[in-house]
């Protein structure tokens, strides 16, 4: 990833960092951020059987902007080029590539801007078991000094439930919530955990992603109200309605990368009328931009264009793109640039390493009290794996070498092998989806396999195993697991492949693997009740499955029925 003649300014208020104060309603004026000639380009890797390729694409191409005190909005067309340039501007992108020349105080941008600015995520992280004042009180804790007392703490916690019209919830746990407006309270709770800081300059990625357009209005209405206290909000978005664009103090459009529009937010309509498109009956200029992208709104010239749709669609995203370089508006942007340019290049480099108001010890104890408090809000989950251990672990640790042992250990085997093929097939299935996105970043094989190998460590302790000596039985186990996961996944497939409608392949799937199941693990059963469809067991990818692990466990083990008794003549052996 690479940038490439980036200048990127921050004007930022001076403020107390040891003391935070709060901020007052005559600190009306936030940070100014502006930068210059920013390009940022996206390594994919693609991955075939026998061919790996890395390929280079421009996520963004030369953008210009200057961001003022107020409401900002990023609009794209589809793609990621909106959330990126929000995450380049939060410094969330590759720091010592992208940031050289960024500004702050009028020197170089220090390296703990994302400790001083607030960032709330498109899915919110908010612990559905603690009540709204613990989720601010888990983010004050982590991000407030520990020098502030616990008194301002609450103050500050207050204030913000206050202003965020919390109060009424504040101490209802998340998950009590009611489903009419959860969504939207969910996320105001994760632009309060944001605020606790009290940033000079507020992101967020796609903050009405999943509300109604009346939760996404109050939403923003609630941002905009913000945005007048003091923070400057710099926000991405898809589509919004005409009351919610009404809001914006600055709209920015991207498209494949390129600046469509950099400007108010009540000029872009006349922007896009000078730029030829009849839009007199449209009043949102964020749809006009939709539908003179799709083609639904033609220049006057080109009404009767018959073009296909992607090529026209790329011609008119140049063109839009053309026509802002050559704008008055992206002049006048060039020029306040240029002068802010002039002014910082004789600023001497400062640089700074990142340093956070609490230690690392300090945000261990206060995630493991979080953890803890999530256990006792929802104690259904560890309840069950302890009854488990309890009840189901000296049962497979009296695995002795007796037939009744044999029996214990056989269904375990079948019980494991039922519940780790799930497991497995759901990784493979994940890391399938991961590859079908160009942008999605795979994770380490080893993360998506290690909780499959921990449970299988947990089980071979269970039945009372020296791991020391199996651990060939072991890693054949993993492996055994994992080829009935991608077999599974491949008959999926195959079976997917002929139908377009996908119910009817998930009851065909359904039908066969537990139809196979009983098969594969009942062969015991089936020799002496049902012989006549023994046979079906052969295109059961179960049978194949639990007949290795059945192998690899049991090989060369003797069973002898008889209890405390030497084998002999009359104690028949029974050798796999």
Same mark, same amino acid.
């Given at each position: 990833m690479s940038s490439s003649n980036d200048l990127c300014s921050i004007s930022m208020s001076q403020r107390n960092s040891d003391d935070l104060p709060e901020t007052t309603s005559?600190?009306?004026?936030?940070?100014?951020?502006?930068?210059?000639?920013?390009?940022?380009h996206v390594k994919e890797k693609k991955s075939f059987p026998f061919d790996q390729k890395t390929t280079e694409e421009k996520g963004l191409w030369n953008i210009n902007r200057i961001m003022k005190p107020g409401l900002n909005a990023i609009v794209g067309h589809q793609g990621r080029g909106k959330s990126l340039l929000l995450d380049i501007l939060a410094a969330r992108k590759e720091p010592r590539v992208l940031y050289e020349n960024v500004w702050v105080h009028e020197v170089p941008h220090p390296d703990n801007f994302q400790c001083n /600015?607030? %960032?709330?995520? =498109?899915?919110? *992280? #908010?612990?559905?078991?603690?009540?709204?004042?613990?989720?601010?009180?888990?983010?004050?804790?982590?991000r407030l000094p520990t020098t502030m007392s616990k008194k301002r703490k609450n103050k500050r916690i207050k204030k913000v439930i206050e202003k965020l019209g919390l109060c009424e919830v504040a101490d209802s746990k998340v998950i009590c919530l009611g489903m009419e407006n959860a969504h939207g309270e969910r996320k105001l709770i994760s632009i309060g955990m944001e605020l606790i800081l009290d940033p000079s300059i507020l992101f967020l990625n796609e903050p009405t992603t999943g509300l109604d357009w009346n939760t996404a209005y109050k939403v923003i209405k609630?941002?905009?109200?913000?945005?007048?206290?003091?923070?400057?909000?710099?926000? /991405?978005? %898809?589509?919004? =309605?005409?009351? *919610? #664009?009404?809001?914006?103090d600055s709209l920015t459009i991207l498209a494949s990368g390129k600046l469509m529009y950099h400007g108010p937010a009540k000029m872009a309509l006349e922007y896009f009328k000078s730029a030829g498109y009849s839009c007199e009956h449209y009043v949102n200029p964020v749809e006009v931009f939709f539908e003179i992208i799709n083609g639904i709104i033609k220049q006057k010239s080109k009404a009767n264009n018959s073009e296909m749709p992607s090529k026209n669609e790329k011609s008119v995203i140049e063109a839009l793109a053309d026509f802002y370089t050559k704008s008055s508006i992206c002049g006048e942007t060039k020029s306040e640039l240029q002068q802010l340019s002039n002014d910082q290049n004789k600023k001497s480099l400062f640089r700074e390493e990142i340093s956070y108001v609490t230690s690392f010890g300090h945000q261990l104890i206060v995630i493991t009290w979080r953890s803890f408090q999530n256990l006792v809000g929802r104690p259904q989950p560890w309840i069950a794996q302890r009854t488990d251990s309890i009840v189901l672990g000296p049962r497979g640790g009296r695995n002795n070498q007796t037939k009744q042992g044999y029996s214990r250990l056989f269904f375990v085997l079948f019980f494991c092998f039922c519940f780790f093929s799930h497991l497995l097939s759901q990784v493979v299935?994940?890391?399938?989806?991961?590859?079908?996105?160009?942008?999605?970043?795979?994770?380490?094989p080893l993360s998506c396999y290690l909780p499959t190998m921990k449970y299988t460590i947990k089980v071979n302790i269970k039945l009372g195993k020296n791991l020391l000596a199996t651990v060939e039985t072991f890693f054949i186990m993993i492996f055994t697991l994992m080829m009935v996961a991608f077999s599974s996944i491949s008959m999926s497939l195959a079976i997917g492949i002929n139908h377009n409608d996908v119910t009817i392949t998930r009851q065909v799937m359904n039908f066969y693997f537990t139809f196979m199941l009983m098969i594969g693990g009942l062969p015991l059963y089936l020799r002496s009740m049902a012989p006549q469809i023994l046979w079906l067991q052969y295109f059961s990818i179960p049978y194949y499955g639990f007949t290795a692990l059945q192998h690899n466990e049991f090989w060369g083990r003797y069973f002898c029925p008889a209890l405390s008794i030497t084998c002999g003549d009359n104690c028949p052996n029974y050798v796999m």
């Open positions: 005559s600190d009306k004026k936030g940070p100014v951020l502006s930068f210059h000639n920013v390009s940022y /600015s607030g %960032y709330v995520v =498109q899915d919110d *992280i #908010v612990m559905s078991t603690l009540t709204v004042r613990e989720n601010m009180w888990f983010s004050a804790s982590l609630l941002l905009k109200s913000l945005s007048e206290q003091g923070p400057t909000i710099i926000f /991405s978005i %898809y589509h919004s =309605q005409y009351s *919610i #664009v009404q809001l914006f299935y994940m890391k399938i989806n991961l590859a079908c996105f160009g942008g999605a970043r795979d994770t380490s």
